[in-house]
């Protein structure tokens, strides 16, 4: 399985972005999916996930500005970000995670958001 993560870009103080990761094949199996984020000298955190039941998580810096939603159509997951802050300036990863016959996360290639303030 492939994914593929577009939609980063350079914003400022407030604006907002539209994170897609489309996967090569149906996501219909995958038990969740969802975003991480990586910004320099940081580890890599959970921004937001979402069940293949309609269920989401968030991490509380993004609550109330972020949501995630899932297309099971397209293969894809989306996250929409508002009111972004600097601190939001990461390289965004999706995953998504298989868990027959065996649990394996699979990663899309990363796509740069840079917030200006």
């Not at 949501?67 to 600097?86: E, F, G, H, P």
């Amino acid at each position: 399985v492939q994914l593929q993560a577009s939609g980063g870009g350079l914003v400022q103080a407030g604006g907002s972005l539209r994170l897609s990761c489309v996967a090569s094949r149906s996501i219909f199996t995958f038990k969740l999916m969802g975003w991480y984020r990586q910004a320099p000298g940081k580890q890599r955190e959970l921004v937001a996930d979402i069940s293949n039941d309609g269920s989401t998580n968030y991490a509380d810096s993004v609550k109330g500005r972020f949501t995630i939603s899932r297309d099971n159509v397209k293969n894809a997951v989306y996250l929409q970000m508002n009111s972004l802050k600097s601190d939001d300036t990461a390289v965004y990863y999706c995953h998504a995670d298989r868990v027959d016959p065996t649990l394996r996360r699979y990663w899309g290639q990363g796509t740069q958001v840079t917030v200006s303030s």
